[in-house]
């Protein structure tokens, strides 16, 4: 069992910036392809972002591409997403998720574990 704990979330002004960390319990971290999923109130999960396990390998939903970048560092367990131009529509909760047998997978339910979210509000 995998446990991840999201962290960075807060209150930002648009235009201005974030970065989420997301760290995993587990030692096999580097076996696991990674993303990070958003939900705002009323709205479906919504994918963002997912990242190979070797990290060599991204995928953005249009909506973020060219303002986030998600990145990994396989020593310490954790998955980044930074935020950069935030728009008050990336107003949600952030949640990362993890998948052993997929890559660049783009659907909520081909991960296995999830965080528990952390929340991001853009003021405009």
């Known amino acids: 069992q995998v446990q991840l704990v999201e962290s960075g979330g807060g209150l930002v002004q648009a235009g201005g910036s974030l970065r989420l960390s997301c760290t995993a319990s587990?030692?096999?971290?580097?076996?696991?392809?990674m993303a990070w999923f958003r939900q705002a109130p009323g709205k479906e999960r919504e994918f963002v972002t997912t990242?190979?396990?070797?990290?060599?390998?991204?995928t953005y939903a249009d909506s973020v591409k060219g303002r986030f970048t998600i990145s990994r560092d396989n020593a310490k367990n954790t998955v980044y997403l930074q935020m950069n131009s935030l728009l008050p529509e990336d107003t949600a909760v952030y949640s990362c998720a993890a998948s052993r047998m997929h890559a660049s997978a783009t659907l909520p339910g081909q991960y296995d574990y999830w965080g528990q979210g952390t929340q991001v509000t853009v003021s405009s």
């Open positions: 587990e030692g096999s971290f580097n076996s696991y392809s």
């Open positions: 990242i190979s396990w070797s990290g060599g390998w991204t």
